[in-house]
T-cell receptor
Framework: EAQVTQNPRYLITVTGKKLTVTCSQN?????MSWYRQDPGLGLRQIYY???????DKGDVPEGYKVSRKEKRNFPLILESPSPNQTSLYFC???????????????????FGPGTRLTVL | AQSVSQHNHHVILSEAASLELGCNYS??????LFWYVQYPGQHLQLLLK??????LVKGIKGFEAEFIKSKFSFNLRKPSVQWSDTAEYFC???????????FGKGTSLLVTP
């Protein structure tokens, strides 16, 4: 089954204790992305990756790191979590258009089940 | 600045009522448009999408949306809602310049029996 998985699904931690949220997809997608969802703010992109070893900041990257050593995995790292990072996190992936495809070519993003993080 | 606006933050309807959720965007140029749904405790699922062609797009579960270029709008509609449509709905826009999805703040829909 094609899917995006995240672990853990729920996490309660304390300020300053490093944590990693894993994301894995089995669809051989090039593009992967992390979002955080907060009430009244919708989803905001944290980081994204166009392919292995290619990552870039989204709209709200402060306090986060990512890595893309393998195509299927895109972990989100919080080196020193703070309470304002309490949120619901979603990982997403999509296929990039083939070289030479129409500039309008775009593929939908598939989302993981979410990770609810609480930082005390 | 580029933005996506959803006019209604909370909507309460009775079963069988008609639904229309507004979405406006402020991007120049070509855009791809999406509506996602998030049922309670679940991840986002794609309801429908518009890339080009017929501006009236039909999605899953009886939903449809109309792209009106002159109004920069992509409103979601359903003629008769069911209790199972209770969820949060997100409009999202991708501009032709990249692959990021920009989401609206969401509309929480509650359908009462």
């Amino acid at each position: 089954e094609a899917q995006v998985t995240q672990n853990p699904r729920y996490l309660i931690t304390v300020t300053g204790k490093k944590l990693t949220v894993t994301c894995s997809q089995n669809m051989n997608h090039e593009y992967m992305s992390w979002y955080r969802q907060d009430p009244g703010l919708g989803l905001r992109q944290i980081y994204y990756s166009m392919n292995v070893e290619v990552t870039d900041k989204g709209d709200v990257p402060e306090g986060y790191k990512v890595s893309r050593k393998e195509k299927r995995n895109f972990p989100l790292i919080l080196e020193s979590p703070s309470p304002n990072q309490t949120s619901l996190y979603f990982c997403a992936s999509s296929r990039l258009p083939l070289a030479g495809a129409s500039p309008r070519a775009y593929n939908e993003q598939f989302f993981g089940p979410g990770t609810r993080l609480t930082v005390l | 600045a580029q933005s996506v606006s959803q006019h209604n933050h909370h909507v309460i309807l009775s079963e069988a009522a008609s639904l229309e959720l507004g979405c406006n965007y402020s991007y120049g140029g070509t855009v791809n448009l999406f509506w996602y749904v998030q049922y309670p405790g679940q991840h986002l699922q794609l309801l429908l999408k518009y890339f080009s062609g017929d501006p009236l797009v039909k999605g899953i579960k009886g939903f449809e949306a109309e792209f009106i270029k002159s109004k920069f709008s992509f409103n979601l509609r359903k003629p008769s809602v069911q209790w199972s449509d209770t969820a949060e709905y997100f409009c999202a826009v991708n501009s032709n310049s990249g692959y990021a999805l920009n989401f609206g703040k969401g509309t929480s829909l509650l359908v009462t029996p």
